[in-house]
């Protein structure tokens, strides 16, 4: 089988790992992948109606704010927490059919961008509603999903590897979810903020991710060349870094599994 064929036939079986994902996912729900457009639009009322007045000030179109940081958080977090038992899930399967394991964790984190892609019918139905004018600096958009797709991937290359040794990893993870969240300046202005708190904050990657994306749509400005070479820093980086862990891991995480 040539490398060409070889390619075009991982890609099926990730599109048909992703759809059986989705409609496991959906299952028992009468609305299915509707909800992806929901669930951003409720999370939105809920946090604006708690959070709108005490911003007011400081944040113009607050919905569009919060939404914005919200459905990148979700693609992070969906990616990386689902890609984190892939191959303890799938070890039957790991076993009997001769894919590279790589591809059941790629499935879970692409399953995820499949995910923001519904979700960004509900974000331009609210760019819409608050009359954001598109801008030529929407265009890095993309840019910034694919450096967020790589650091997400990466990360759950290392997470997955963590998890065949170490089951305690997952929750393990969620605590620290929790923390990385509130410091991901997603329903609040970071620059109100002063000290090692702000500090962290400006340190996080995913919050690099989210500022850009909402200066790009919220105030039609690109990213600036530091941010841009920070964002491709961390995705290329932490996709090289867990590509390599997983890589150096194969043997022993099949001797486990």
């Not at 400081?58 to 459905?71: A, M, Q, R």
Request: some cysteine; glycine content about 4%.
């Amino acid at each position: 089988m040539t490398q060409l064929q070889q390619k075009r036939q991982y890609a099926f079986v990730i599109r048909q790992l992703t759809a059986r994902e989705l409609k496991r996912r959906y299952t028992r729900s009468y609305l299915g992948v509707i909800w992806s457009v929901l669930n951003p639009l409720l999370s939105m009322v809920v946090l604006s109606l708690i959070f709108s007045q005490l911003f007011r000030r400081s944040i113009e179109n607050y919905p569009i704010y919060y939404l914005t940081g919200y459905i990148l958080w979700q693609t992070f977090t969906g990616a990386t927490t689902s890609a984190m038992t892939a191959l303890v899930d799938n070890k039957t399967l790991l076993i009997k059919v001769k894919f590279p394991m790589e591809l059941f964790v790629l499935t879970k984190a692409y399953t995820a961008l499949v995910n923001l892609a519904y979700s960004l019918v509900a974000y331009v139905i609210m760019l819409l509603f608050f009359r954001i004018a598109p801008a030529w600096s929407m265009l890095v958009a993309p840019v910034i999903v694919l450096g967020l797709f790589l650091f997400a991937l990466g990360l759950s290359y290392i997470l997955a590897v963590a998890y065949v040794f170490f089951g305690d990893v997952k929750h393990l993870y969620t605590v620290a979810l929790t923390l990385w969240m509130y410091c991901s300046a997603i329903f609040y202005p970071a620059d109100q903020l002063q000290g090692l708190i702000r500090i962290v904050i400006q340190l996080n990657p995913i919050y690099t991710f989210i500022h850009c994306l909402r200066q790009a749509v919220m105030q039609g400005q690109f990213p600036a060349g530091s941010q841009l070479l920070q964002m491709f820093l961390w995705g290329v980086g932490m996709y090289l870094v867990g590509h390599l862990v997983f890589r150096k891991s194969k043997n022993r995480m099949m001797q486990k599994l």
